[in-house]
């Protein structure tokens, strides 16, 4: 929570500072659509074992651009259902809702081609948590329905002509969860994702 904190005060700053408002020679603001794939890192410090399935998924995101080189950017998408096996055999499911605001830097000395870094504060609900009957009777396990966490991204933006451009991103997430069973806490699971995604992003 520390680590979050300071996150999302330095992003505060960003987004208030009169120092980064200086005029820029493109359009403010950016929207990209993605298709993104979720590797899950899977770490799991029960002893059940836990994993979830990696899948492809949809997002947008909308960032704001101070100058050339500073933007803010928000990353969007809709609840997405996960298996949740325990070595190796499903056991339940549940659905995630992961918006990520970074603060990125885009390198713009490189000519058309423009990549940027970012870093900033993830925040994952956790929805429609349903656990198999024989596991439910046998552990009446549960899970922490709120994680906040760190993200680091890269990527770069290709124009195409048209203030379009294509995007290569990745990311690495910090999505993480308390396991209890009959109400005691009996480890972490660690989905700490990274994303790659590939989409189109318009400028104006």
């Known amino acids: 929570m520390k680590k979050t904190t300071l996150v999302a005060a330095l992003l505060g700053t960003v987004l208030s500072s009169s120092a980064f408002a200086q005029p820029i020679t493109e359009g403010s603001w950016m929207v990209r659509a993605r298709a993104v794939h979720l590797d899950s890192s899977n770490g799991d410090s029960t002893p059940l074992g836990l994993s979830v399935n990696n899948k492809w998924l949809p997002e947008v995101d909308f960032t704001y651009f101070y100058t050339k080189n500073l933007a803010v950017e928000l990353i969007l998408t809709v609840p997405q259902k996960h298996t949740l096996y325990s070595n190796g055999g499903a056991i339940g499911s549940f659905k995630h809702l992961p918006p990520t605001l970074t603060a990125q830097y885009h390198f713009t000395d490189l000519g058309k081609i423009k990549p940027y870094v970012g870093a900033g504060v993830n925040y994952t609900r956790l929805s429609s948590v349903n656990f198999a009957p024989t596991v439910a009777a046998a552990l009446n396990p549960s899970v922490d329905k709120n994680s906040w966490g760190l993200a680091i991204q890269a990527g770069v933006d290709i ?40 989409g189109l992003g318009w400028r104006f």
Request: aromatic share 10%; hydrophobic share 40%.
């Open 159 to 198: 124009p195409l002509g048209n203030n379009l451009y294509l995007n290569l991103d990745v990311k690495k997430v910090q999505i993480r969860t308390d396991v209890s069973s009959f109400g005691k806490n009996v480890g972490e699971f660690k989905v700490d994702p990274v994303l790659f995604g590939i």
